[in-house]
Nanobody
């Protein structure tokens, strides 16, 4: 059974830092894209950052220069280092792993709450 276990969410003051981690297990993932998405109340889920097996990285414009995504292919883990956080970063953050082959697989974590106080 595939599992994506997230950790590191919580309450942080504006301007502070937080680190999210996600560990994927349960199958061989092959060549894939690992990423973090977020969903704020009343809004659609949006991509925050993603990283391929070959370390190609994509960031949402709203987090460029503040957030850093990284991965460990041997451990099937992906991390999101959040710095200079803002109240608008408040959301439930979801880990995602999907194949580069369209429709092959697409897995989600259970989500972790990040709340930024002003």
């Amino acid at each position: 059974q595939v599992q994506l276990v997230e950790s590191g969410g919580g309450l942080v003051q504006a301007g502070g830092s937080l680190r999210l981690s996600c560990a994927a297990s349960g199958r061989s993932f092959g060549i894939n894209v690992m990423g973090w998405y977020r969903q704020a109340p009343g809004k659609q889920r949006e991509l925050v950052a993603s990283i391929t097996s070959g370390d190609k990285i994509t960031y949402a414009d709203s987090v460029k220069g503040r957030f850093t995504i990284s991965r460990d292919n041997a451990k099937n883990t992906v991390n999101l280092q959040m710095a200079s956080v803002k109240p608008e970063d408040t959301a439930v953050y979801y880990c995602n792993v999907k194949s580069v082959l369209p429709g092959a697989y697409n897995y989600w974590g259970q989500g972790t709450q990040v709340t930024v106080s002003s």
